[in-house]
């Protein structure tokens, strides 16, 4: 198989992106994991308990789980793992993910120091405890996601910031790390000791591809196994029975720092948003992307359509008239940022288009090398820049917690307190309507009265799959289980 861009880390504490969690998904198992429709059910906890007022959950681990090095994997493996996530010295985008816990966020923000504080201890070795600030119904997928798995702290101490490099890692999955030639492959093995049974594949080979059509002349050669399918390639391969579509909860989105003119000005945010056909989107894309202006994705609860700065270009002029730019005059140079790909490409060049036909604003698009593209977000985020966001668990909360005050994962600069109100509300209530209605203000409020950010559309994934390949199960998340895989070759006759 092979993957777009080397893996940026494999500190599950410190990974944030997609690339990193399809290599930690095989590597690592959590507490719990995704039966086929996208339900937690049990892993390495055999069950789970909540009290009567929902605010503390207790897990129950296997005790026949052990680490690549044979030591058991227990409770405070887990407590260790989750406090590091949250200690501030980790400066862990994801801490964030935890902030449901009591303390969790005092001891995140440096509020408290003591980390016997926070809301999770091992109450024996295979009993972990957790305790929340109020009840949240969707805990045990949180669970799934990879900044909880548990952690070695011996092994972490011993290697220092070397500790996932092979020859240090230990792993608990069902693969482990076998090679790491940065920038070209990986080598994952089969797990002996993995409490499943050791995976029918023996050795995965993971290469860094980077262009697409490379990649698919590697798949028609016989060297790898299954691959997406870049866009222009979709037309040609629709009919083969080795392409599979798959609609994603994932959703694709231009940002902007808020905090940098002349984005700092409402009205020419909400003038950019109101400025794009995406209608057009998928005439070009071609592989099955619906078109939305809304936040959270079709498919998941809390969609709803009718939501988001739709296109009026004669909206969109007048807006940025108000701000000062009446027909794009004086308006500064602006230079917006994507990572490298085909897909991006043809997204800015879209954009780039719209912008410059309906605003007659022109903007200057450059693309970066993925570590560079995350780096740079990090540390300074440019005035527009495009992204992505994929399911961590199939609940709206997933959606709208990333541009809370307090995530890591927030590149707008933006924060609003009515917003972030709105969304931890979302996250206690039981009945479905009212929890939509909660999501329908807090998206209205992020994509249209405030407009920080642009929705253009939710993916979808396009595969080419070998028919030898057996087990492989597309899913809304993109999750990829190779425990799940086998290969049924057919030899032919001599």
């Avoid at 055999?46 to 129950?60: L, M, P």
């Avoid at 009840?135 to 952690?151: C, D």
């Avoid at 719209?354 to 780096?375: G, M, R, T, Y």
């Amino acid at each position: 198989m092979s993957i777009k861009n080397e893996p940026p880390t494999l500190d599950w504490a410190l990974a944030t992106d997609s690339i990193s969690f399809t290599i930690l998904t095989n590597l690592m198992e959590g507490l719990t994991q995704y039966d086929s429709e996208l339900n937690p059910r049990p892993a390495i906890a055999k069950k789970w308990e909540y009290s009567d007022d929902g605010k503390t959950i207790t897990f129950f681990l296997r005790n026949d789980v052990y680490w690549s090095d044979g030591k058991p994997v227990t409770a405070k493996d887990f407590e260790y793992s989750w406090k590091r996530l949250l200690a501030p010295e980790t400066a862990a985008q994801y801490a964030y993910f935890l902030f449901d816990i009591e303390n969790a966020y005092q001891y995140n923000s440096g509020k408290i120091t003591d980390s016997d504080q926070v809301g999770v201890t091992a109450l024996d070795p295979y009993v972990l405890q957790v305790r929340l600030k109020k009840p949240v119904v969707y805990f045990p997928s949180i669970t799934t996601f990879m900044v909880t798995y548990p952690a070695r702290e011996d092994v972490i101490l011993r290697f220092g910031d070397s500790w996932t490099q092979p020859g240090n890692i230990v792993t608990n999955g069902p693969f482990t790390l076998e090679e790491w030639e940065h920038e070209y492959k990986l080598i994952l093995k089969a797990n002996p000791r993995h409490y499943e049974g050791k995976p029918v594949i023996d050795t995965v080979q993971i290469y860094v591809v980077q262009e697409p059509t490379t990649a698919l002349t590697l798949y028609e050669t016989g060297e790898l196994d299954y691959i997406e399918l870049p866009p222009v390639a979709i037309p040609h391969f629709k009919s083969s029975p080795e392409y599979r579509n798959k609609p994603q909860l994932r959703g694709y989105y231009y940002g902007f720092n808020v905090k940098k003119p002349p984005f700092d000005d409402v009205r020419v945010r909400q003038a950019f948003a109101h400025s794009i056909d995406r209608s057009r989107i998928p005439g070009f894309l071609r592989g099955g992307e619906i078109p939305s202006a809304s936040w959270i994705p079709k498919g998941m609860f809390g969609y709803n359509e009718s939501i988001g700065s739709k296109f009026d270009p004669h909206k969109a002029r007048s807006l940025l008239a108000e701000a000062g730019y009446p027909d794009g005059k004086n308006f500064p140079k602006v230079t917006a940022i994507f990572n490298t790909g085909d897909l991006n490409r043809f997204i800015g060049e879209f954009v780039q288009a719209q912008w410059k036909e309906h605003l007659n604003v022109h903007i200057d698009f450059e693309s970066q090398e993925w570590k560079v593209f995350l780096s740079r977000l990090d540390l300074d985020p440019p005035q527009i820049f495009r992204l992505g966001w994929g399911a961590d668990f199939p609940d709206p909360d997933n959606f709208m917690n990333l541009f809370i005050k307090t995530s890591g994962n927030n590149r707008l600069q933006w924060s609003h307190p009515r917003y972030d109100e709105l969304v931890a509300l979302g996250s206690t209530l039981k009945n479905p309507e009212e929890r939509k209605s909660i999501y329908d203000e807090a998206q209205i409020l992020l994509t249209e009265k405030e407009a920080a950010m642009i929705p253009l559309f939710v993916s979808a994934q396009n595969l080419l799959v070998k028919p030898y390949v057996k087990g492989l199960k597309t899913n809304a998340m993109e999750l990829l289980y190779l425990k799940r895989i086998h290969l049924q070759r057919v030899n032919s006759a001599d």
